[in-house]
């Protein structure tokens, strides 16, 4: 499908992290995790909570030029690559919108998300990456597929759960239907025989139960290993590490081993579109945080049944109350000279945006 | 002589009525001319409204798809026959300002015209040379819905294949009288939002320029078709 690839192979990495972290019921005893869980839960919440009251913007908000004095400190912007008054005026602009909380910023912790970011890059480089090539050297394409049913299957006891913690009995009996089903007459998870019958695969873990709820996501953070998350995200795979608890039961190597080998199939899956995704994306970075974002945002609103399948940014990501000053500002500066205030006219309005741009450019 | 010293007197009133209420009616058509290209207002049936913004993107995915599957093209021609599509059902004017959103105005004209071009070059190239691994894929409309100053969303599922329950909404505007699509959602990934912020990122930290050079130093890549072909033999 045109247009869908690159965008819908981005929630896939995601997935690589959820699994990962199944392999914390290697380092944390059952008890220690719901600590851990809790902890984490009040942490973020608290921390939201801060946020929100911190972030109350006194009437008088720092007037722009501070902002960006202060963001020039802090290094992030590198001044001497570019024409210094332009890049001042779209820094000013920026800073100016998100103080006003016209775009809330969903990563304060940006300057650490990046360096982790940096390190995982580095680890699927020399790691991951090969590997996976590797391996879809070696295996045959069947292989890697039943692979990767298995490894849903593996999975079905975190869907089915958070189906329950969100009150949804149909998705739990397509749940059991599909668990049964895999099970048996798909040898052991190998074949995808419920999807063939029709059942659909339902996706639920924690943080979506979370969210489910109502639990704010917090900032975004990137695990090192784990990926892009937020905190809510990365609360919520502790709580489903409690659903693959079997696992704890293998003895160690054999744990190590079934999980390496089901990343590095999933890896190896994804590999031409990790490459184009690298490739083509203008910041790498920006591109897999809005994208899991995004992702993290429409999955969740879909579970709590909201027909909202558009970014939360609503009527700020396709309208501005300027569009017609957009339009305008064209004949104004073709017009600049005589200075006359005839584009207050709608006709002109409308007809402005050719003829002015054409005006200009001659 | 009652008439003649009426009569200017009639026509000094008249005069004066003509222009107050003509200034009046301008000033009222005006308002109501800003206020209906601010917001028209909503359409009265919906179901109607949307019939031919659905009809035309349930066309362009068939066309599209029947481009794919048809066996005795080249992947070269394939590709520009999508291309050829997909210059006709998107808007990339509209969709460069959304994108740039109040960078828009950083930019001087003909950087702005400048910046469509490459990114529609862009857009077609990334996106269209990827296209040749969907060749059975069969994607199901599954409804519309009017957003607030009449644009249509348009909802489809992709029905079987790799990618078999993935969602993809196609946002479409209307402008001179024909529907174009402003913006491709993908599970929740809006192509506008998420180039939005990286554009941000690149504008904030070197300046308009160097987006518009960075643009054009990717259209330059060596094709991703070829790269795609040669890594998929060393690897099989």
Redesign the interface.
């Known amino acids: 499908m045109l247009w869908s690839e690159p965008w819908c192979t981005v929630m896939r990495p995601e997935r690589t992290t959820e699994l990962k972290v199944l392999f914390l019921n290697r380092f944390f005893s059952n008890r220690s995790r719901m600590g851990i869980a809790a902890l984490g839960l009040t942490l973020a919440t608290g921390l939201t909570v801060a946020e929100r009251v911190l972030a109350e913007p006194p009437e008088d908000a720092l007037p722009p030029t501070v902002a960006l004095e202060a963001e020039v400190d802090d290094g992030l912007a590198t001044p001497g690559q570019m024409d210094p008054k332009r890049a001042m005026a779209a820094e000013i602009e920026i800073q100016r919108e998100i103080a006003e909380g016209r775009i809330p910023n969903p990563d304060p912790w940006e300057n650490f998300n990046r360096r982790m970011f940096r390190l995982n890059e580095q680890a699927d480089v020399y790691g991951f990456e090969p590997a996976a090539r590797a391996w879809r050297f070696i295996t045959p394409s069947i292989l890697r597929k039943g692979i990767d049913n298995f490894n849903a299957l593996l999975l079905m006891p975190v869907v089915l759960g958070n189906g329950i913690l969100q009150l949804k009995p149909l998705n739990a009996v397509q749940d059991i239907a599909r668990i049964v089903y895999n099970a048996t007459f798909g040898l052991a998870g190998l074949i995808d025989v419920a999807t063939m019958v029709g059942i659909p695969q339902n996706d639920e873990d924690f943080g979506q139960t979370l969210g489910y709820w109502g639990v704010p996501s917090g900032p975004y953070v990137v695990m090192p290993f784990f990926g892009p998350s937020t905190i809510r995200g990365s609360v919520g795979r502790l709580g489903d590490s409690a659903g693959t608890y079997y696992f704890s039961l293998l003895p160690i190597w054999a744990t190590f081993m079934v999980r390496g080998i089901e990343l590095v199939n999933l890896r190896a899956r994804f590999l031409d579109e990790f490459d184009e995704n690298r490739r083509e994306s203008f910041d790498y970075y920006v591109f897999l945080r809005d994208a899991y974002l995004q992702n993290r945002r429409a999955r969740i609103g879909r579970a709590r049944g909201e027909n909202e399948m558009l970014p939360g940014a609503g009527d700020d990501l396709y309208y501005f109350d300027d569009e017609e000053e957009w339009d305008m500002e064209d004949s104004e500066r073709a017009g600049d000279q005589d200075g006359s205030g005839v584009q207050r006219e709608p006709d002109s309005v409308k007809s402005s945006p050719v003829g002015g741009a054409d005006d200009e450019s001659k | 002589m009652m008439n003649r010293s009426r009569s200017p007197r009639w026509e000094r009133v008249g005069f004066q009525g003509l222009v107050l209420w003509t200034g009046a009616l301008l000033v009222l058509?005006?308002q109501v001319?800003?206020a209906l290209?601010?917001r028209p207002a909503p359409p009265e049936d919906p179901e109607a409204f949307v019939v031919a913004p659905t009809q035309l993107v349930a066309e362009t995915?068939e066309q599209?798809i029947a481009v794919l599957q048809n066996p005795t093209l080249s992947a070269e021609a394939r590709r520009q026959e999508?291309e050829a599509l997909?210059f006709a059902v998107f808007d990339f004017k509209t969709m460069s300002?959304?994108v740039l959103?109040?960078?828009?105005?950083?930019l001087d004209?003909?950087e702005?015209?400048e910046f469509v071009a490459q990114f529609k070059i862009y857009l077609s190239r990334?996106?269209?040379s990827?296209?040749d691994?969907?060749r059975q894929?069969e994607?199901v409309i599954s409804g519309a819905?009017v957003?607030?100053?009449n644009?249509v969303?348009v909802?489809s599922t992709?029905a079987d294949g790799e990618?078999?329950?993935?969602?993809?909404?196609y946002?479409l505007?209307q402008r001179d009288g024909r529907w174009r699509v402003?913006?491709?959602?993908?599970?929740?990934?809006?192509?506008?939002?998420?180039?939005?912020?990286?554009?941000?990122?690149?504008?904030?930290?070197?300046?308009?320029?160097?987006?518009i050079r960075?643009l054009y130093k990717?259209n330059a890549?060596p094709d991703?078709e070829s790269s795609?072909a040669t890594?998929?033999e060393t690897?099989?």
Not at chain 2, 101 to 106: E, L, M, P, S, V
Not at chain 2, 187 to 210: C, D, M, T, Y
């Open positions: 058509w005006c001319g800003v290209a601010a995915l599209i999508i997909a300002k959304l959103a109040r960078n828009w105005k950083k004209p003909a702005r015209e990334n996106y269209g990827r296209l691994r969907f894929t994607v819905r957003e607030p100053r644009d969303t909802f992709v990618y078999a329950g993935v969602q993809l909404d946002r505007r402003i913006d491709v959602v993908i599970e929740g990934i809006s192509l506008v939002a998420n180039f939005r912020s990286q554009f941000r990122e690149v504008l904030s930290r070197k300046g308009p320029e160097a987006l960075q990717k890549q991703s795609d890594s998929t690897d099989s």
